[in-house]
C-alpha cells in the first residue's frame, strides 16, 4: 500500500516533550538525595536518566521516519524474541532484585524483558488481528488464540513474579480486543475471569494479601505493608495547592521508598501541589485524546489497531501508577511513563511513541 506521508502529529510530538522534561526534572530532585548518599554523586540517576531520553529520542525519530507498514513484518521476531528474554529472565541468566528476577543484565546495563514484551504483544496483535478481523466475533477461533498467548506471555511475568505488568498487558489486550470488534457477551466473560484469575494469584501469595489488606485498611498496617502509601498520601497532602517548592519534599529524605521510579509522582505532587499534578494528568489526557484520534483516522485497520493499543499500554500504566500513588489501587511496582527513572521502560516506551507518530504521517484526517 502507497501512502500519502505529512508531518507527524505537532500536538502529541509537544506532550512528549513536556511529560519527559518534567520527568528530568523530577528525577532529579526525587533522587538527589538518595544519588549524594549511596554514589556521593546527587545527579547520578538524573545524569543516567538524561542518555536514555537522548536513546529514547533517537530511537522515537528513527522509528517515526520509516514507513509502519515496512515495520508490521517486524512484529513476529520481535515476539518470539520477547518470549525468549521472559525465558531467559526466570533462569539463572537473570538479576534478582528484591526477591524478584525481571531483569538481564547486558553488561552496560539492565534490560527488563517485560518491557519489550508489551511493545510486541502490541504489535503482534495488531498485525494478527488486521489478517483475522473478519473472526473477531467468533470466540473460538477469534478471542481464544489471543487468551492463549496472553496466559503464555503474562505466565512467563508471573514467574518472574510481577502482577502489576502482567495486569497492564492483560488490559492493553482486552481493550484491542473491544476495538477490534469482538462481541460484548464474550468481553464480558473475559473481564469476569481475569477478575477471578486476578483474586486467586492474589489469595496464592501471602505478600500479596498482605498489600491487598494493607490497601484496604493501610493505617492498621502502617509500620509494614500499609507504610509507602501512607507517606505517599502524606506527599500528596502537603503538597495542597501550588506544593512546597521545586526541591523541598521532605518524603525524599529517606521516608517513602521508592521516591524516583514507582512514587516519583508523589514526590511531584509534594514539590508542585495540585497544580502540577493535574498538568501530569492533563498531558496524560492530551496523549490518550491525540492517540485515539490518530487510531481513528489511520490509513488501514493495522495503523488503527496499533496506534488504539499504543495509546492504551502508555496511559493504562500511568492510571494504575498514579491510582497506586494516590492510594486508589493496591501497590503494583509500575512506574510513571516518561516520568519514573528506568532506562529500558523509557527506551521501549519512546518506540512505541515513535510507532504513534509514524502513524500519524499518514492520517486520512488530511
Known amino acids: 500500500m502507497r501512502l500519502k506521508k505529512g508531518p507527524p502529529d505537532f500536538i502529541l510530538f509537544i506532550t512528549i516533550?513536556?511529560?519527559?522534561?518534567?520527568g528530568l526534572v523530577m528525577v532529579f530532585s526525587s533522587s538527589a538525595v538518595t544519588a549524594g548518599v549511596?554514589?556521593?554523586?546527587?545527579?547520578?540517576?538524573?545524569?543516567?536518566?538524561?542518555?536514555?531520553?537522548?536513546?529514547?529520542?533517537?530511537?522515537?525519530?528513527?522509528?517515526?521516519?520509516?514507513?509502519?507498514?515496512?515495520l508490521r513484518e517486524l512484529s513476529l521476531p520481535l515476539m518470539l524474541l520477547a518470549l525468549l528474554c521472559l525465558i531467559l529472565v526466570i533462569t539463572p541468566l537473570g538479576v534478582e532484585t528484591k526477591g524478584s528476577s525481571r531483569w538481564l543484565n547486558l553488561g552496560f546495563a539492565g534490560f527488563a524483558?517485560?518491557?519489550?514484551?508489551?511493545?510486541a504483544m502490541v504489535m503482534f496483535i495488531a498485525r494478527t488481528m488486521d489478517v483475522n478481523l473478519d473472526k473477531m466475533k467468533s470466540f473460538k477461533s477469534g478471542i481464544v488464540p489471543y487468551i492463549l498467548l496472553l496466559a503464555l506471555v503474562c505466565g512467563l511475568i508471573m514467574l518472574q513474579p510481577d502482577l502489576g505488568t502482567s495486569f497492564a498487558i492483560a488490559g492493553t489486550v482486552?481493550?484491542?480486543?473491544?476495538?477490534?470488534?469482538?462481541r460484548v457477551s464474550h468481553m464480558g466473560l473475559m473481564a469476569v475471569t481475569g477478575v477471578a484469575v486476578v483474586g486467586a494469584l492474589i489469595k496464592m501469595e501471602p505478600y500479596r494479601?498482605?498489600?491487598?489488606?494493607?490497601?484496604?485498611?493501610?493505617?492498621?498496617?502502617a509500620s509494614d505493608e500499609g507504610f509507602q502509601t501512607i507517606q505517599s498520601l502524606y506527599a500528596l497532602g502537603s503538597g495542597g495547592l501550588f506544593g512546597l517548592g521545586l526541591g523541598r519534599s521532605r518524603q525524599k529524605f529517606f521516608y517513602l521508598p521508592e521516591q524516583h521510579t514507582d512514587f516519583i509522582f508523589a514526590i511531584l505532587g509534594e514539590e508542585l501541589g495540585f497544580i502540577g499534578a493535574g498538568l501530569v494528568i492533563a498531558l496524560f489526557l492530551l496523549f490518550a485524546w491525540r492517540g485515539f484520534k490518530i487510531a481513528i483516522y489511520a490509513p488501514d485497520t493495522f495503523g488503527s489497531l496499533l496506534a488504539a493499543g499504543l495509546t492504551v499500554m502508555i496511559v493504562f500504566q500511568a492510571a494504575i501508577n498514579i491510582g497506586?500513588?494516590?492510594?486508589?489501587?493496591?501497590?503494583?511496582?509500575?512506574?510513571?511513563?516518561?516520568?519514573?527513572?528506568?532506562?529500558?521502560?523509557?527506551?521501549?516506551t519512546m518506540v512505541g511513541v515513535g510507532l504513534l507518530l509514524n502513524i500519524s504521517r499518514y492520517s486520512s484526517s488530511r
Open 174 to 182: 482486552f481493550f484491542m480486543m473491544v476495538a477490534a470488534g469482538a
Open 113 to 119: 524483558p517485560s518491557e519489550m514484551a508489551k511493545l
Open 17 to 22: 516533550l513536556a511529560l519527559l522534561g518534567m
Open 324 to 348: 497506586v500513588v494516590s492510594g486508589i489501587l493496591p501497590v503494583t511496582g509500575i512506574t510513571l511513563p516518561f516520568i519514573s527513572y528506568g532506562g529500558s521502560s523509557l527506551a521501549f
Open 209 to 221: 494479601m498482605q498489600r491487598w489488606t494493607a490497601f484496604l485498611d493501610p493505617w492498621k498496617y
Open 38 to 70: 549511596r554514589y556521593d554523586d546527587p545527579y547520578f540517576f538524573f545524569k543516567k536518566q538524561l542518555l536514555w531520553v537522548i536513546i529514547g529520542l533517537t530511537a522515537m525519530i528513527i522509528v517515526m521516519k520509516i514507513n509502519y507498514l515496512r
